[in-house]
């Protein structure tokens, strides 16, 4: 049997366990398009369900199913204002992550 040079082992960025999970699991939830879309609009500010329906274009039940989903993984959050939930981004890596996707796609745009 002959020796096999090993591959060297890259070194760890550092990238802490726990970040990790919590990275995966955004990335996860934040794997439809259409949870995307509506990261994507309260990051411009907090918005109502019926302006965050309007803008996807989606029925209110699907709209309502993605925010419940959205709120469980703490990706968003909620107050009430009368009789109306008011929802806003409450995880500040969606934002990077979005940014990271806007810039990648103007650069795939650019070849």
Do not use: W
């Given at each position: 049997m002959r020796d096999v040079a090993m591959a060297p082992v890259p070194?760890?960025?550092?990238?802490?366990?726990?970040?990790?999970?919590?990275?995966a699991g955004v990335i996860k939830l934040l794997g439809h398009?259409?949870?995307i879309r509506i990261a994507e609009y309260l990051l411009l500010g907090e918005a109502k369900v019926s302006d965050i329906q309007q803008w996807t274009g989606l029925s209110q039940?699907?709209?309502?199913q993605h925010l419940r989903?959205?709120?469980?993984?703490?990706?968003?959050?909620?107050?009430?204002?009368?009789?109306?939930?008011?929802?806003?981004?409450?995880?500040?890596?969606?934002?990077?992550?979005?940014?990271?996707?806007?810039?990648?796609?103007?650069?795939?745009?650019?070849?």
């Open positions: 070194k760890s960025n550092g990238l802490d366990p726990e970040f990790l999970q919590e990275v398009p259409d949870r039940p699907i709209t309502s989903q959205m709120k469980d993984r703490n990706i968003v959050d909620s107050h009430r204002e009368g009789n109306c939930m008011i929802y806003f981004i409450a995880n500040p890596l969606v934002g990077k992550m979005l940014n990271c996707l806007g810039e990648t796609q103007a650069l795939m745009q650019e070849r």
